[in-house]
Nanobody, 133 residues
Framework: QVQLVESGGGSVQAGGSLRLSCASS????????TGWFRQGPGKEREGVAG????????YSTDSVKGRFTISRDNAKNTVYLQMNSLIPEDTAMYYC??????????????????????????WGQGTQVTVSS
């Protein structure tokens, strides 16, 4: 069983920033694919960003490139999603998810191929992000 603990959501005005955290003891391993997904009101769940622990390969979807950054703190076994220049369309429940992957390419392919996160096995409880205009 892989436990993912999320934190960092909240309410901000447009243009503001938030940092989401996802902690798991499994992140010390080098074969974990981690993704951040979100589901806004009335919308389908979508992948936002991802990171492979074996090399730090990262991915982000076009709608957040240049605004969101995924990173990892090895000492704290934590993956972060730094969100800058937030817009109301970013309002959603954000989820951290993880799966075992053999390499970074496989990880990124899974993030792209399963935009709703269907290929990811382990999920956090979610954290709400609300951006007001």
């Amino acid at each position: 069983q892989v436990q993912l603990v999320e934190s960092g959501g909240g309410s901000v005005q447009a243009g503001g920033s938030l940092r989401l955290s996802c902690a798991s003891s499994r992140f010390r391993l080098t074969n974990i694919c981690t993704g951040w997904f979100r589901q806004g009101p009335g919308k389908e769940r979508e992948g936002v960003a991802g990171l492979f622990t074996g090399g730090g390969i990262t991915y982000s979807t076009d709608s957040v490139k240049g605004r969101f950054t995924i990173s990892r703190d090895n000492a704290k076994n934590t993956v972060y999603l730094q969100m800058n220049s937030l817009i109301p369309e970013d309002t959603a429940m954000y989820y951290c998810a993880a799966k075992v992957s053999s390499n970074g390419g496989s990880c990124i392919n899974d993030l792209k191929a399963s935009a709703d996160g269907g290929r990811f096995v382990y999920w956090g409880q979610g954290t709400q992000v609300t951006v007001s205009s």
